[in-house]
């Protein structure tokens, strides 16, 4: 009896902070998504030209003879091998060859601007005015994330406090934890909280591999969110 009461306050204690978590939560969701979007479609600006970088790099290197597969990606490249012209004896080149032409001489010419202000750095994707502003919307959405954030109380903002009442839970009551696949409801949980450490740390322009190849949380997550859930049948 004595243990049937501890685990009915336990569990009683445990539904009001998983209902709080799950409202805390849900608002900020509503909150954070709009900009979470606007970050996207900024950053698929820059991704754009980089993926037309690649598929031209790919298209010279094929008609130069010099590629042997594409490993990945496949590019939607096409080689033109015959020459096309019209009735006046004029090139008729496909607009898919016009457009990446263009692209060549924009890349030459952004190449030669940067040259002139020393700037030795290789990217030939944006111009400095470019960059520039995409800088300071990036950093305008970064400051629009973190005010929606602070908007909810400290605690619900925070990964290693949804993971408390997870870690709490599973260590009273490891069984029923597995049971119910609790592991899954704390993905979900986190899901927002997720994202938002994601889009903090990522930045088109300053992408720095070692710093950004984990968080504190990311050990504890994975072990709570798979325990239990792989069991022998």
Same mark, same amino acid.
């Given at each position: 009896?004595?243990?049937?009461? @501890?685990?009915?306050?336990?569990?009683?204690?445990?539904?009001?902070?998983?209902?709080?978590?799950? &409202?805390?939560?849900?608002?900020?969701?509503?909150?954070?998504?709009?900009?979470?979007?606007?970050?996207?479609?900024?950053?698929?600006?820059?991704?754009e030209? *980089?993926? @037309? !970088?690649?598929?031209?790099?790919?298209?010279?290197?094929?008609?130069?003879?010099?590629?042997?597969?594409?490993?990945?990606?496949?590019?939607?490249?096409?080689i033109?091998?015959?020459?096309?012209?019209?009735?006046?004896?004029?090139?008729?080149?496909?607009?898919?060859?016009?457009?990446?032409?263009k692209?060549?001489?924009?890349?030459?010419?952004?190449?030669?601007?940067k +040259? !002139?202000?020393?700037?030795?750095?290789?990217?030939?994707? /944006? +111009?400095?005015?470019e960059k520039?502003?995409? &800088?300071?919307?990036?950093?305008?959405l970064?400051?629009?994330?973190? !005010?929606?954030? +602070?908007?909810?109380? @400290?605690?619900?903002a925070? %990964?290693?406090? /949804?993971?408390?009442?997870? @870690?709490?839970?599973?260590k009273?009551?490891?069984d029923?934890?597995?049971?119910c696949?609790? &592991?899954?409801?704390?993905?979900?949980?986190?899901?927002? /909280? %997720?994202?938002?450490?994601?889009?903090?740390?990522?930045?088109?322009?300053?992408?720095?591999?070692?710093?950004?190849?984990?968080?504190? *949380?990311?050990?504890?997550?994975?072990? !709570?969110?798979h325990e239990?859930q %792989?069991e022998? +049948?």
């Open positions: 009896v004595k243990d049937a009461g @501890e685990a009915l306050e336990f569990y009683q204690h445990l539904r009001l902070q998983l209902a709080s978590w799950v &409202g805390a939560l849900r608002d900020l969701q509503k909150k954070v998504t709009p900009v979470q979007e606007a970050i996207r479609h900024l950053e698929k600006q820059y991704t030209r *980089w993926t @037309e !970088l690649e598929n031209d790099v790919v298209h010279e290197l094929e008609r130069a003879r010099l590629l042997e597969k594409v490993v990945g990606r496949q590019p939607p490249f096409q033109e091998t015959e020459t096309v012209v019209d009735e006046f004896g004029r090139d008729v080149k496909s607009q898919q060859a016009m457009e990446r032409d692209r060549k001489k924009q890349r030459a010419q952004l190449r030669r601007e +040259s !002139l202000f020393g700037d030795v750095s290789g990217d030939i994707l /944006l +111009s400095r005015s520039e502003e995409l &800088g300071e919307r990036r950093k305008a970064g400051e629009a994330l973190a !005010l929606a954030k +602070s908007q909810v109380q @400290e605690d619900y925070s %990964i290693t406090s /949804l993971t408390r009442v997870f @870690e709490d839970w599973f009273a009551y490891p029923e934890y597995k049971q696949y609790a &592991g899954m409801s704390l993905s979900d949980l986190a899901s927002v /909280l %997720i994202q938002i450490d994601l889009c903090s740390v990522h930045h088109p322009l300053h992408w720095r591999p070692s710093e950004n190849s984990g968080f504190p *949380w990311t050990q504890t997550l994975r072990e !709570l969110s239990g %792989i022998e +049948s």
